[in-house]
């Protein structure tokens, strides 16, 4: 395994581990989303360094993909945000916990 | 007339049934007497196929008079068959002739009975043409279960009849008391019936036909025969009222009176004497079930006395009146004096027949009331009806000359001196004869002699029956009288046609018996059959003793409720007990009320309320409150917090992970 | 064999579904259409019956086989397979489900006010899950049939039920689905049986019936059905769900569910674990003649002490059914004809009986037998018809009950005799809380003023009475026309029965002769003409 790959995964580990701490702990909802984004970036970018490093294109495949279900839920994501905000007056994670039995 | 056509015995009440059953409100808005028109129509035609087919039997040579007539099959199954079909001899056709002709003159006489009742008459005749057709099939019926059809079904009319009045609850009461009294004892019929039927058909022979059984009786062992013919005689026991099943029947009494009169006396109860007459092969066999069968005929016979002296009510007189004269017929029976106990049967359906409808009267004219201590002086107002119950009377005491004195004359002969007789039974049958002279002159004395007690507003309506009532009534009398000279003893110059006419069904019976005679038992004495027809002076002798004992009871009655009316009354004061132990009938309901009947409902709550709703469905539910436990100390980590659930999936990604490099 | 080029099972199976499907596109917004969809679904389901009658026609009684038999692959990588026939023993119990239905919807007619649409299809689909696991021949097609059962049954409780209907139906769904899981467990290690004897593994009962399972593989397979029989039936400790589910349940339902799917129960014992396993069904004679025993004394009992009418009703049904397990595992053709004869005979007696208190509880909205009284004379027709319900269910002679107690009384006689003789106490008993509740309803004064004005039984209710009524005396006076056509089939039955027996016992014994093998070719042999003649033709 080459160096650049190592640094580049790497960079992968961080960010997806501040991704995970940022789910876990933050608060506001937009900002457990954003974080979101951000693991789902590492991932993508682990993807990329593997393709490259295989030397084949389904790791890119794969990369589009998982952007193209990112957007979805950001779309989706955001939109309940706005309505839960409407509805409650807040997005504070700890307020919601209607998943309950 | 062929014999084929039996059927139509049955079938003319069955079509009766139909007709008033499904249609019977309908007649009765367009046109009521058509309802009776009909119902005694259906009896009156069936009598007349009877006299027929009975005619046409007399007709054989005696040793040729049975004719099995197959039907069809009724329930056929592997080994199992049986088929309905009915079996014409001399048994069932002397029992038919007179349950029809009884029968129809208690229809005719119905009719003026139940006219202005306010209950829907033609619910009334179908229930009685139910009884009749019934009543037929079990004494045509040529098997065992066909004749247990019959059986049950004179049960459930009975038990219609008693609560034809339901509005009243005591009704409907007595009337349950009696279906489920005789399911008690059909419970122990049914048994019997089955045991036969298995264990003869372990030796190949699958029938309950009668005539099959019987002639292969032989295969089965003695105590077998024992204990089959004990069940029998304990279903007996609850159809023909004899200690321990009698209870019910003086209940029965709530019924409307001419249903007393057909039902519980004349014909119905007798059903339990017709069916051990029927079995008198297998219980030939057995000694000893012969023995049971005389001394609780004795005994009923003496205890339903006792009660009888006491009772107020008429027609309770002449329910343990009943009772006390089928256990004449069960020790007759149970002395091996099958022919004699059904010769009772015989002038019993008359006279006691006459006598319920006679109070059934007495009642009608008194508008209602059947208290006797206000009733009195009815002899004025009710000739016909006064005339004809002292003729019932007297036959039923056994005065000389009646048709009871024949055929009480009967048994009490064979008790003495049959080979299975018993000095001790002898004793307490004519003890019994005394007592119901004495109760039964009771009753005519407190009904018909003095001074009348009722209510002024009573005083006025009292009235003479309908013809249609009293019709009937003198037919009765006239065979209460007539009747018992068709079976007057050798003794004084008779014949004893009955006997003659039913020798060739007890035949096979008899033969065992004297085989039997010389056998252990525990109170018959080993007579041989010669040294049993001893001489007719004996007989003459004792006939007269008894008739002596008799007019002693009429003398105590005379004495007690004729001259000197108040002694009755200081007797029963300075007794105080013994009287209450007869006026409330030994407590013999109450006891069965505390041992049987109150335990086994006390059992039943126990059992829904403790074992089925606590234990067993407890343990069911508990089942479900485990899982139910379970589940909530997992919910708690169901938080709804989506970075719980986070977390705990970060960790289990981490264990999956640590789990896949290090440890595989 | 059969005769009739029709595919007539499918369509008894199908059309009752396709009938649901009609309905529902059906608009029944706001009740507007429901006299409609009322007169649809009684057309629907008398053509039903009628085409259920057919079967009588063509159904030919001299041969022990299934008829009408119809094969149609289904999952074949499984080898599951879609398998229906007919033989003697399902016969009438086809006939009496499409019987009751046409009853079902007429008793409903007024008590159903709400959802009236969705109540027909429910009990639409629920026919044909009946129908279906009368006739299924398949073990997996059996489950399936079995299990989709449930659902519409849980339904007519849950929806239209009385006040604890919740609680009941769920009672009832999951206590018979814990009972079937130990069948499916069973059913998939039969396949799994087969397979490793025979090298083709196979859920085809037919073909089933011929493995030689050993003896303790018997034993735990046929515990494992028991249990889902038992529970279904249900035989005394398992009952508990029947009373509640009978309670809560609208009057069709519990008419269903007493006349039809308790016989489910009774008949997966005769169809598939008694003739599976025979030599472990024996083992458990013992134990299900006690049980059967018990319940039927323990049933007439706490029956007795029941203040509420369909309890009481409910609780004579686990009398009633003790006496046809007793007759089933008498293994004599008197006692099986007799259990068979019985189910049918339960079936219109209690059919009967929920139907009328239903009648009552439609006018009174109480069931409580003391808010009753002298009913007799406000409602004399009503009267009449308890009458005779309550006969039958007493088993007076010449109605149905008696022929069939008797036939189980001899069956039972000449197998285990004192087992009998308590049997025939559950006859006394029976009286004595049949004529209790008569008592109390129907006769003394007429307490209360709303009694009073009661209307006696209509038109419509006259109607969904008088088949019943006739046919309790009919099935009493003739039982021949109804012994008659399970004959051939019981015997052959029987006859399987002993000689699997035999050889399973001489196996035991470690008779050299008499090994698997010849047992074997003993059993292929005599059904050979019944299988050949049938069993080709679907193939």
């Keep these: 395994m080459n160096d650049y790959q190592s640094v580049y995964l790497a960079l992968s580990v961080i960010l997806f581990s501040i991704g995970a701490l940022g789910v876990i702990l933050r608060k506001d909802a937009i900002v457990v989303f954003l974080c979101i984004e951000i693991m789902l970036g590492a991932v993508n970018l682990a993807f990329v360094v593997f393709s490259r490093a295989n030397q084949s294109a389904e790791g890119l495949f794969m990369v589009m993909c998982i952007m193209a279900v990112a957007g979805a839920e950001a779309a989706i994501g955001l939109a309940i945000f706005v309505l839960l905000y409407r509805k409650t007056g807040t997005i504070n994670i700890d307020k919601f916990n209607l998943l309950k039995w | 007339m062929k014999f084929d056509l039996v059927w139509l015995i049955p079938i003319f009440p069955l079509a009766g049934v139909l007709i008033n059953g499904l249609l019977g409100r309908r007649i009765e808005q367009k046109n009521k007497s058509l309802v009776h028109w009909i119902a005694c129509g259906a009896v009156g035609l069936s009598f007349v196929v009877t006299l027929g087919l009975f005619f046409k039997l007399l007709g054989l040579p005696a040793d040729k008079r049975l004719y099995d007539f197959a039907w069809f099959p009724w329930i056929s199954s592997g080994v199992f068959h049986v088929g309905v079909g009915y079996q014409i001899d001399p048994l069932s056709m002397f ?7 009884v029968g129809f003159l208690i229809h005719v006489y119905s009719i003026g009975y139940m006219w202005h009742d306010e209950g829907s008459y033609s619910r009334y005749f179908t229930y009685l043409n139910l009884f009749m057709f019934s009543m037929i099939t079990l004494v045509l019926a040529d098997n065992f279960l066909l004749m247990f059809l ?50 003869l058909g372990a030796h190949g022979i699958w029938s309950l036909n009668f005539s099959v059984v019987f002639a292969h009786a032989n295969l089965l062992s003695p105590h077998l025969v024992t204990i089959i013919c004990l069940l029998f005689f304990l279903g007996c026991t609850a159809k023909s009222a004899q200690i321990p099943l009698y209870i019910w029947l003086p209940d029965a009494m709530a019924g409307p009176t001419p249903v007393s009169a057909l039902i519980h006396a004349a014909t119905m109860v007798t059903a339990g004497v017709y069916f051990i007459a029927r079995c008198n092969v297998l219980y030939s066999m057995s000694p000893f079930a012969m023995e049971v069968v005389a001394t609780v005929g004795a005994l009923s016979a003496l205890l339903a006395a006792s009660i009888a002296v006491t009772q107020n009510d008429i027609k309770k007189v002449l329910a343990y009146s009943t009772v006390s004269q089928l ?11 099958f022919a004699a106990g059904l010769f009772h049967v015989l002038t019993h359906a008359f006279f006691k027949a006459l006598l319920f409808m006679g109070a059934g009267c007495v009642i009608h004219g ?14 004025k107002r009710m000739p016909v009806t006064f005339y004809t119950m002292m003729i019932a009377t007297l036959a039923v005491i056994g005065f000389p000359g009646f048709a009871g004195f024949f055929s009480k004359d009967g048994i009490l002969w064979e008790t003495f001196s049959g080979a299975h007789g018993s000095y001790i039974l002898w004793l307490i049958a004519v003890l019994t004869a005394a007592m119901t002279a004495f109760y039964m002159f009771r009753l005519i004395f407190m009904t018909f002699f003095n001074e009348c007690r009722a209510s002024e507003e009573v005083q006025k309506h009292i009235h003479e029956a ?8 003198m037919v009765l009398a006239a065979l209460s009288i007539f009747g018992g000279y068709i ?11 009955v006997e003659r006419f039913l020798r060739p069904v007890f035949g096979l019976g008899k033969d065992k018996l004297l085989q039997s005679a010389g056998g252990p038992g525990l109170i018959h004495r080993a007579v041989s059959e010669t040294a049993a027809h001893q001489s007719f002076s004996t007989e003459i002798q004792l006939m ?60 039943s709550f126990f059992l829904w309320k403790g074992i089925d709703v606590v234990v067993i469905d407890g343990m069911v539910n508990s089942t479900a409150a485990f899982f139910m436990k379970c589940g909530s100390a997992w919910k708690a980590s169901q938080s709804g917090y989506v970075q719980r659930y986070a977390v705990s999936f970060l960790v289990g990604v981490f264990v999956l992970i640590a789990y896949y490099m290090y440890v595989r | 064999m059969n005769h009739l080029s029709f595919p007539i099972l499918s369509t008894l199976i199908f059309f009752p579904l396709l009938c649901a499907i009609l309905l529902m596109f059906i608009r029944s917004e706001g009740g507007k259409n429901d006299e409609l969809l009322r007169k649809i679904a009684l057309v629907a389901s008398v053509v039903e019956f009628l085409i259920s009658l057919v079967l009588l026609k063509y159904f030919n009684d001299s041969t022990p086989g299934m008829q009408f038999v119809e094969f149609a692959p289904w999952v074949r990588s499984l080898s599951i397979n879609y398998f229906v026939g007919l033989d003697g023993i399902s016969l009438w119990l086809v006939i009496m489900t499409a019987f009751f239905v046409p009853l079902c919807v007429l008793c409903s007619w007024t008590y159903i006010k709400e959802k009236t649409k969705y109540f027909l299809i429910s009990i639409f689909i629920l026919e044909s899950a009946m129908i279906g696991a009368f006739v299924s021949l398949d073990l997996i097609l059996f489950y399936v049939f079995w299990e989709v059962m449930l659902i519409p049954m849980f339904l007519l409780i849950g929806v239209w039920g009385g006040e604890r209907r919740i609680y009941s139906a769920v009672k009832f769904f999951l206590y018979t689905a814990a009972g079937s899981i130990f069948m499916l467990v069973a059913i998939i290690y039969l396949y799994y049986f087969s397979y490793k004897t025979t090298g083709a593994g196979t859920f085809n009962l037919l073909d089933l019936y011929k493995l030689n399972i050993p003896i303790t593989t018997q034993l735990w397979l046929c515990a494992a059905f028991t249990v ?20 809560e349940a609208p009057t069709a339902g519990s008419v269903i569910l007493a006349a039809i799917l308790l016989k489910m129960g009774t008949y997966g014992f005769l169809r598939f674990s008694m003739p599976l396993f025979p030599y472990a069904s024996h083992e458990f004679i013992p134990v299900i003649a006690f049980l059967a025993i018990a319940g039927i004394i323990y049933g007439a009992l706490v029956a007795w002490a029941q203040p509420d009418m369909k309890k009481l009703v409910a609780y004579s049904s686990v009398s009633h059914l003790g006496f046809v397990m007793l007759g089933l595992f008498a293994f004599n053709i008197e006692g099986i004809e007799g259990g068979i004869y019985q189910m049918l005979n339960h079936g219109l007696n209690t059919g009967a009986l929920f139907l009328l208190v239903g009648m009552i509880y439609e006018r009174r909205h109480t069931r409580m037998m003391d808010d009753f009284g002298g009913l007799a004379k406000v409602m004399p027709v009503f009267a009449i018809f308890l009458m005779i319900a309550t006969l039958g269910s007493v088993a007076v002679p010449g109605t149905n009950s008696f022929v069939g107690e008797i036939m189980i009384l001899v069956g039972a006689f000449r197998a285990y005799p004192v087992c009998g003789v308590f049997a025939v106490s559950g006859m006394v008993l029976g009286a004595v809380y049949m004529l209790w509740m008569y008592q109390k309803v129907m006769f003394g004064p007429v307490t209360s003023e709303v009694n009073r004005k009661l209307p006696d039984l209509n038109k419509r209710e006259i109607a969904t009475m008088l088949p019943i009524a006739v046919l309790v005396f009919v099935m009493g006076i003739f039982p021949g026309m109804f012994l008659h056509k399970m004959d051939s089939s019981v015997k052959y039955f029987i006859n399987q029965y002993q000689q699997k027996y035999e050889m399973y016992e001489a196996e035991k014994s470690g008779n050299p002769v008499a090994t698997h093998l010849k047992g074997f070719k003993i059993a292929v042999d005599s059904d050979a003409a019944f299988h050949n003649g049938v069993y080709s033709r679907g193939r």
């Design chain 2, 366 to 379: 008194m508008g209602g009331e059947q208290d006797m201590r206000n009733m009195g002086g009815l002899r």
């Design chain 2, 95 to 101: 029992m038919c002739m007179f349950v029809t002709g």
């Design chain 2, 150 to 199: 019959g059986w049950e079904g004179v049960g459930l009319c009975s038990y219609l009849l008693i609560s034809y009045w339901f509005s009243d609850l005591a009704n409907a009461v007595a009337g349950k008391k009696a279906f489920v009294t005789n399911r008690v004892g059909d419970f122990f019929f049914a048994v019997g019936i089955l045991l036969l039927l298995v264990h």
């Design chain 3, 228 to 247: 889902a029989f038992a529970i279904k039936v249900p035989i005394f400790p398992l009952h508990t769900w029947l009373p509640d589910a009978h309670v």
């Design chain 2, 544 to 603: 007269f003793l008894t008739a002596m004992m008799v007019l002693a009871g009429i003398f105590a009655a005379y004495m007690l409720y004729m001259k000197k009316r108040s002694v009755p009354e200081t007797l029963a004061a300075n007794n105080p007990s013994f009287y209450r132990l007869l006026l409330n009938k030994w407590y013999v309901d109450e006891l069965y009320e505390k041992v049987f009947i109150n335990p086994l409902r006390s059992i």
């Design chain 2, 466 to 473: 309908p013809k249609t009532m009293t019709v009937p009534l």
């Design chain 2, 327 to 337: 256990g004449y017929m069960f020790l007759g029976l149970g002395v091996g004096a």
């Design chain 2, 487 to 497: 079976g007057v003893p050798e003794s004084l110059g008779g014949s004893n046609l």
